[in-house]
Nanobody, 124 residues
Framework: QVQLVESGGGLVQAGGSLRLSCVAS????????MGWFRQAPGKEREFVAA????????YYADSVKGRFTISRANVKNTVYLQMNSLKPEDTAVYYCAASSFGGLDPGVEMYDYWGQGTQVTVSS
């Protein structure tokens, strides 16, 4: 089993930055694809970014491309999401997830483990 715990969310003004962290425990996730998703009130959970086990491949949703950066530190069992130039429409609960599938698939169903989420609120 893998437990994922997110942190780093908060309230920020539009144009600001936040860095989310996700620490895994219970089992190493160094061989897992790691992803970030988000869910705004009344909306479905949507893909944000994913990174391969080595960190060599990354995939982003069009809505965050050029503003968000996903990275990982396998020695720390941690994945990060650096969010710059934040917009009010980025407001959501952000979830970290781990996938044993191997591909950078944006589908929610491809991920085996999920964190509890961290709230990000961007004010205009």
């Amino acid at each position: 089993q893998v437990q994922l715990v997110e942190s780093g969310g908060g309230l920020v003004q539009a144009g600001g930055s936040l860095r989310l962290s996700c620490v895994a425990s219970g089992r190493t996730v160094s061989s897992y694809v790691m992803g970030w998703f988000r869910q705004a009130p009344g909306k479905e959970r949507e893909f944000v970014a994913a990174i391969s086990w080595s960190g060599g491949r990354r995939y982003y949703a069009d809505s965050v491309k050029g503003r968000f950066t996903i990275s990982r530190a396998n020695v720390k069992n941690t994945v990060y999401l650096q969010m710059n130039s934040l917009k009010p429409e980025d407001t959501a609960v952000y979830y970290c997830a781990a996938s044993s599938f191997g591909g950078l698939d944006p589908g929610v169903e491809m991920y085996d483990y999920w964190g509890q989420g961290t709230q990000v609120t961007v004010s205009s």
